[in-house]
């Protein structure tokens, strides 16, 4: 069967240092990936998108990968701050499907000062 | 220019009641979604329309339906509300292109008793 799969624990880490944050997918030939990020109450609010024959992707802080080999995308944000604080969510934009996206359950981060 | 709205912010309803939750847009998008919301599940896709005048399933559809009113606006109609359909929902809209960008709205929380 088709999955997405971010971790499924929570993220704590200590103000200052990168956060690394895991997408995984089965069974997808994606022609986009892209990270949203959704706040306690709130809609997701896009943040990247990175495409198939792009291998890196960088927005200020951000960072993100895609190795289509491995099926998977790695998002990171250096010198992390608490109001980094979210819920992370990865989507898949899969090709002739309409431009549906097919969104992860998301991966909780955590920012102690 | 307000992005996407959604009306009701909260409802509760009992088990049986019908009711519609709205969406509206004003970035002159032409495809619009609804999601839900579940812990631990992510963002599932009910119903979406690619274009004013068509809508399709998504990965959840049983239970509800939809109206593409005009371009600005999309609903979704329970018909006879059950206690599982308790959940978030969130409307979402994308432009033209290929990066298909989803701009969310902030979300109904729906209690079924």
């Known amino acids: 069967s088709q999955k997405i799969e971010q971790n499924s624990e929570a993220l704590n880490i200590q103000e200052g240092k990168t956060a690394t944050l895991t997408c995984n997918y089965t069974n997808y030939s994606p022609a986009y990936l892209q990270w949203y990020r959704q706040d306690p109450g709130r809609g997701p609010v896009f943040l990247l998108l990175i495409r198939e024959n792009e291998k890196e992707k960088r927005k200020e802080r951000l960072k993100v990968t895609f190795d289509t080999t491995l099926k998977q995308s790695l998002f990171h944000i250096t010198a992390s701050q608490p109001a980094d604080s979210a819920t992370y969510l990865c989507?898949?934009?899969?090709?002739?499907?309409?431009?549906?996206?097919?969104f992860g359950q998301g991966t909780e981060l955590s920012v102690k000062p | 220019n307000a992005g996407v709205t959604q009306t009701p912010k909260f409802q509760v309803l009992k088990t049986g009641q019908s009711m519609t939750l709205q969406c509206a847009q004003d970035?002159?998008?032409?495809?619009m979604y609804w999601y839900r919301q579940d812990p631990g599940m992510g963002l599932r896709l009910i119903y979406y329309s690619a274009s004013e005048g068509t809508t399709d399933k998504g990965e959840v559809p049983n239970g509800y339906n939809v109206s593409r009113l005009n371009k600005r606006e999309f609903s979704l109609r329970l018909e006879s509300a059950a206690p599982s359909q308790t959940s978030v929902y969130f409307c979402a809209s994308a432009g033209v292109g290929g990066k298909k960008t989803q701009y969310f709205g902030p979300g109904t929380r729906l209690l079924v008793l």
């Open positions: 970035m002159n998008h032409n495809s």
């Open positions: 989507a898949l934009d899969i090709y002739n499907q309409g431009g549906k996206l097919i």
